[in-house]
């Protein structure tokens, strides 16, 4: 039991959790690439899961997307999504999630020739799978990469279109620089009409951070902003997504990558401020943290305590765009497991 300070990764791996911020591809741990290399008579250069490990290498952004993108060669058939998914959801369920809204970057994929249905298609069998055999609620948010043309993000939607019951939302990942969130701005109105949710990444420290953090609230009208924890330099937008309750999914253990740092002072700050903030593993194969391990590691550099762990899991459901009915069902779920546990 823990103290009524100190969150144990015990009382933290067992607090009901959601993940509003997890790219399925960086879920791909070195041992399902090697495999799935085999299945598909892919001849990699590694041949060890230590091997792989190695390449997982990068300083920054770019460095890490340089990698990123390369490995994704091994995911051909809708059989590998779904196995991708599965893994990481058993993962997940294990580390305490209850729900969990999903990246996946189809462009990826379909510029190598692998058909869209297959890939949305791998993934959604999966959400149905988990919820039977793990109790794990999913779903899927279709992310454009923002340095690919915006004629091929408008041309990704449509063929997105005919599953759009497949998927809950759309997202805006890959390399910002130079890729601001209005270059999209049509495909994210089209979306809009289309009946699904709206988030874009802003990642940390970009040339244009803050523009874009006010371009995503003000001109695009997005429902969530991942990353986004350079907004603490403008206490103008600080309070329009406090007042408007938009979640900003900050993910620690990858900022330490990506930047140097994990930026755990902006994210108490935010906290603090009444933000709905939360935390997530963004690329867990490769940044070496699940969701719990996250918030574990968040909470000894920053010296958070049992509440305020229980108040980033609160504001993981709240921020989701679960409906009302399932969000309290969740927080009740919290709220048990507080009363027995501190
Ligand atoms: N793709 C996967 N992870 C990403 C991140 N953190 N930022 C931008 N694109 C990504
Ligand atoms: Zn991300």
């Given amino acids: 039991m823990p103290s009524a300070t100190v969150p144990t990764p015990e009382f933290i791996a067992g607090l009901p959790k959601c993940e509003l911020h997890l790219h399925l591809e960086g879920t791909l741990e070195p041992d399902l690439k090697l495999a799935l290399a085999k299945r598909n008579g892919i001849e990699l250069d590694q041949k060890t899961v230590a091997e792989v490990r190695a390449t997982y290498e990068f300083d920054d952004l770019a460095s890490f997307l340089a990698v990123y993108y390369p490995a994704m060669e091994v995911l051909r058939t809708e059989q590998d999504f779904y196995d991708l998914a599965m893994a990481y959801l058993r993962r997940a369920a294990a580390d305490g999630v209850r729900h969990v809204e999903m990246f996946f970057d189809p462009q990826a994929h379909t510029t190598r020739g692998v058909p ?104 695009i009208g997005v429902d969530r902003i991942d990353h986004g924890t350079n907004i603490v330099e403008d206490p103008r937008l600080v309070e329009i997504v406090r007042e408007r309750g938009l979640g900003l999914t900050s993910c620690p253990v990858s900022n330490s990558f990506v930047t140097d740092d994990m930026k755990a002072d902006e994210i108490v700050a935010l906290l603090r401020a009444g933000v709905k903030i939360m935390i997530n593993s963004d690329d867990p194969a490769y940044f070496g943290a699940y969701v719990a391990g996250n918030y574990v590691a968040l909470a000894e550099k920053a010296g958070l305590s049992v509440a305020d762990v229980v108040q980033l899991a609160r504001n993981s459901f709240e921020a989701s765009w679960l409906s009302d009915e399932d969000k309290a069902g969740y927080l009740a779920e919290i709220d048990a497991y507080v009363a027995a546990n501190v």
Avoid: W
């Fill in 116 to 219: 869209f249905a297959d890939v949305v298609q791998g993934y959604h069998r999966a959400t149905v799978d988990a919820r039977d055999e793990l109790g794990i609620s999913s779903a899927l948010i279709l992310c454009f990469l923002r340095d690919h043309t915006a004629e091929s993000a408008a041309e990704t939607l449509e063929s997105a279109a005919p599953f759009k019951d497949l998927i809950v939302g759309v997202g805006l990942d890959s390399d910002e620089r130079d890729n601001p969130p209005l270059k999209f701005a049509d495909t994210f109105a089209r979306a809009r009409e289309l009946g699904l949710k709206l988030t874009m990444h802003c990642d940390i420290d970009q040339v244009g951070s803050i523009e874009h953090i006010r371009q995503v609230i003000e001109e």
